[in-house]
């Protein structure tokens, strides 16, 4: 199948949100304190929330009568196209926050520029999502500088994921030649242009969080063309067996 440039670049947002806010909801009823289980299952709603509106809109634009459950629930592995970081196991604790963290940093200011997109459609979604974003910062923020800097263990955990994650942000800031045109012509955000915010924002957390921040390296790619690490299909799995099981299945 062939893709549109902006078919393709709004599924690229859709997937990333989609599969984010799925691991995020997977703690659910095991968030190590009450108030935390109520807040994790806000920041997932908030991502379906965007992704919704991102795969309706994609919908829309590849005109082939695919709406948003279509997008989500009957494309395999292959045809995703989210970058790897999101897919990653929940780990414990703290590397669920780490992932949120290194994530929700880059997306915040990401659509403070989409917002200024020139397609009117891709600016009124991301202007929403960049008030959620923002939350989403400031409460992984906070955790990462709780878990830094507290006790001996919650330290360690926290550097461990933070040394494991790493090599997953590179990717958010690829820019193929999808993209490229996109960016060229207004509607699509060249993530270079934000990527010293995401460095200063993550900087400043580490700094109270006495973490050490890993030194840049090898990084992981692939996802954005389709190119999956396993845990992915364990999340299509479980995110897509009603509607296997049940094909045409309609609230």
Known sequence: MTET??????LRLADNALI?????????????VLEEDLA?????????????SFYTYAGEVEGRGRDEDALAY???????????????????FAQTIMRHLLYSAFAHPYFE????????????????????????V??????????????????RRAQNALDELWPFTGELFEVDQIERALIETGIAVDPASIKARWSNT??????EATLTRPRDGYMQSGGRSGRHSEHLGYILTELQFLQRTY???RW
């Open 138 to 155: 400031r409460h992984a923020g906070e955790w990462t500088i709780r878990l830094g800097d507290g006790t001996d263990e919650s330290h």
């Open 40 to 52: 994790l299952g806000n920041l997932a709603l908030d991502l379906i929330g965007q992704a919704r």
């Open 5 to 10: 440039p902006l078919f393709a670049y709004t």
């Open 74 to 92: 009957l494309r395999d592995a292959p045809a995703w196209r989210n970058v790897l970081l999101v897919e990653q196991p929940n780990g414990d």
């Open 113 to 136: 520029e989409l917002s200024r997109s020139k397609d009117a459609t891709l600016a009124a979604i991301a202007a929403k999502a960049v008030k959620e974003m923002a939350y989403h």
């Open 20 to 32: 984010l806010g799925h691991r995020v909801s997977e703690w659910v009823g095991h968030a190590p």
């Open 202 to 207: 993550l900087d400043h957390v580490f700094d």
């Open 247 to 249: 094909p045409g299945a």
